[in-house]
DNA sequence: TCAGGTATTATTACCTGGTACTAATAACAG
DNA sequence: CTGTTATTAGTACCAGGTAATAATACCTGA
């Protein structure tokens, strides 16, 4: 095998640096790393690490799909049914984005933005904004579970409405919250 | 000029397109125009939009910015000042992914997210994780906006943390919460 | 000391998704 | 029917690769 695992250690090095940034050509690689532009593309090859264009695409889409986690949509996660006015429930399947790194444990405003979304959702108005918010984590959701969110429209009167929201995961309840909800008509918005 | 303008209706269908899409190659938005790739070509020059590779790469980093600030990083918003166990601030300036396509309000979500990482971080422990949160928003927030979030920890016993959190735009509170947050060991935890 | 293996480097053909430039048409307005 | 703009075509070239083949370099065990 290698002498003194000089390959190793390169390939290591060459790990590190791409951790560090992946924007870096072969040809800036070799360099840094004192050696041919084919070593590097071998090594590469060997570590399974993909070329440069492919690497920083890798990058980009998984920064929309972080982006869209917490904010493309109008609401987070998936609506699987709703009655206007009534109730409505909502899927929430628990990425790597919405996990701390070290526990694996979903953070607390992922569940939060479902079913605030949800709630704002449920309310049968053109404009619906969050007026306030109560709720509580039961326990910690992790990172692969599918958090199902049911809000109910418990009350309210005029353009106040008072949603009730729980979320559950296999039937087990990890949150609960009420929300009170603002109907606003366009005209006195804009 | 353009007899009908066709053109200028197809560039802006084009603009829109990749708007939506940024990861589409020429040859792709020939086809989907029903035009050449010259064309295409021509309008991107025309438009000053650079090629996939670029688009790309402007998304991979230029959002990484902007990723940190929405839900890929520990924390949504930017980190101001904090003393680990009493205060911590911090900034979120509201972008347009983050509000009503319609009114162009934020959505409670993204306040809620700000103040509750926020929470969270300012709890002098390897773990902490939300337990319940109560919040209030008093007035909608406007796209562009710069929210300042201030989290103090006001009490709490053993692993079990009380904060209580302001959010202000230029000094005038848009939203208030009270957190409880509880601290935990990573021996109990995994 | 030398055969045999691994590691490295070089070379070449080819690919994608372009830029930049030139030239030929097409469409249309006056 | 002529001039102008719009569109399409074609060519040369580029970055940053893949894939494959061949030539060295290096080390190691017998």
Same mark, same amino acid.
């Given at each position: 095998?290698?002498?003194?695992?000089? %390959?190793?250690?390169?390939?290591?090095?060459?790990?590190?640096?791409?951790?560090?940034?992946?924007?870096?050509?072969?040809?800036?690689?070799?360099?840094?790393?004192?050696?041919?532009?084919?070593?590097?593309?071998?090594?590469?090859?060997?570590?399974?690490?993909?070329?440069?264009?492919? $690497?920083?695409?890798?990058?980009?889409?998984?920064?929309?799909?972080?982006?869209? *986690?917490? =904010? +493309?949509?109008?609401?987070?996660?998936?609506?699987?049914?709703?009655?206007?006015?009534?109730?409505?429930? *909502?899927?929430?399947?628990?990425? *790597?984005?919405?996990?701390?790194?070290?526990?694996?444990?979903?953070?607390?405003?992922?569940?939060?933005?479902?079913?605030? =979304?949800?709630?704002?959702?449920?309310?049968?108005?053109? @404009?619906?904004?969050?007026?306030?918010?109560?709720?509580?984590? $039961?326990?910690? &959701?992790?990172? +692969?579970?599918? @958090? &199902?969110?049911?809000?109910?429209?418990?009350?309210? %009167?005029?353009? $106040?409405?008072?949603?009730? &929201?729980? *979320?559950?995961?296999?039937?087990?309840?990890?949150?609960?919250?009420?929300?009170?909800?603002?109907?606003?008509?366009?005209?006195?918005?804009?």
């Amino acid at each position: 095998m290698a002498g003194t695992g000089q %390959k190793l250690r390169r390939q290591e090095q060459l790990q590190a640096l791409l951790q560090e940034n992946p924007f870096v050509t072969d040809e800036e690689l070799a360099d840094s790393l004192g050696v041919s532009i084919q070593t590097i593309r071998l090594d590469r090859l060997n570590l399974g690490i993909p070329e440069l264009r492919e $690497r920083v695409r890798q990058v980009a889409e998984g920064v929309t799909a972080q982006l869209k *986690s917490l =904010s +493309g949509a109008e609401l987070v996660g998936e609506l699987l049914d709703v009655e206007l006015g009534h109730q409505a429930i *909502s899927l929430l399947a628990i990425t *790597s984005e919405m996990v701390f790194a070290k526990t694996k444990l979903a953070r607390g405003h992922h569940l939060f933005a479902q079913a605030n =979304s949800l709630a704002v959702a449920v309310i049968d108005a053109n @404009v619906a904004l969050t007026g306030t918010a109560q709720v509580k984590f $039961r326990r910690p &959701v992790k990172l +692969g579970e599918r @958090v &199902v969110a049911k809000a109910v429209v418990v009350g309210g %009167k005029g353009t $106040r409405f008072n949603v009730s &929201v729980s *979320s559950s995961v296999n039937g087990e309840e990890v949150m609960c919250g009420e929300f009170v909800i603002f109907a606003k008509g366009l005209e006195e918005d804009m």
